[in-house]
T-cell receptor, first 114, second 117 residues
């Protein structure tokens, strides 16, 4: 049973525009959320995270928004760049910590075209 | 090379054979994780080690799967009597556990691509 869902398998955005990647979760015990980026033939790399006590976290061009009542989070990339083209995974954990299992979505392939 | 390394990078085997996958975590990282990604799926948790013990191995799909970690460093994931549905990318990650409620990210290796014919 998929507890973290990324319902859009792909997203295509023009360079300079905003990319918005969405993620929904079903388990109300999740209290820490992460986004990972993955290039082909490489392992996922950590991008940004947010604790459930916050509703927004920003790091440069990347901002993650959390709506706990809707069990929804989103990753905004502004402005999008061709180098951002990758698969983005949403992940969640329980206990406010990343010690232990992470629950991942199936990923969204982002393509940023010039 | 300070990152997580995995070997082999690719493995092709015949159904019914045993395979061993190796993970070298980042030096000093006390927590180690195994995940796998099947085609079109997200990352599926398999097992996690804190030191040499495994507090959570509930993700191992069957008793054909086992893992061990020795010396608080290298880990081996063993799949016995491989089946075609075991074909996936097996990813290892490590993190530094500093104490309770740590939000240290998990650092992933490049994975081992396993194909069972």
């Amino acid at each position: 049973d998929q507890q973290v869902k990324q319902n859009s398998p792909s997203l295509s955005v023009q360079e300079g525009r905003i990319s918005i990647l969405n993620c929904d979760y079903t388990n109300s015990m999740f209290d820490y959320f992460l986004w990972y980026k993955k290039y082909p033939a490489e392992g996922p790399t950590f991008l940004i995270s947010i604790s459930s006590i916050k509703d927004k976290n920003e790091d440069g061009r990347f901002t993650v928004f959390l709506n706990k009542s809707a069990k929804h989070l989103s990753l905004h990339i502004v402005p999008s760049q061709p180098g951002d083209s990758a698969v983005y995974f949403c992940a969640a954990s329980i206990g406010g910590s990343t010690l232990g299992r992470l629950y991942f979505g199936r990923g969204t392939q982002l393509t940023v075209w010039p | 090379g300070a990152g997580v390394s995995q070997s082999p990078s690719n493995k092709v085997t015949e159904k019914g054979k045993d395979v061993e996958l190796r993970c070298d975590p980042i030096s000093g990282h006390t927590a180690l994780y195994w995940y796998r990604q099947s085609l079109g799926q997200g990352l599926e948790f398999l097992i996690y080690f804190q030191g040499n013990s495994a507090p959570d191995k509930s993700g191992l799909p069957s008793d054909r799967f086992s893992a061990e970690r020795t010396g608080g460093s290298v880990s081996t994931l063993t799949i016995q009597r491989t089946q075609q549905e075991d074909s996936a990318v097996y990813l290892c990650a490590s993190s530094l556990f500093k104490g309770r409620a740590v939000q240290e990210t998990q650092y992933f290796g490049p994975g081992t691509r396993l194909l069972v014919l």
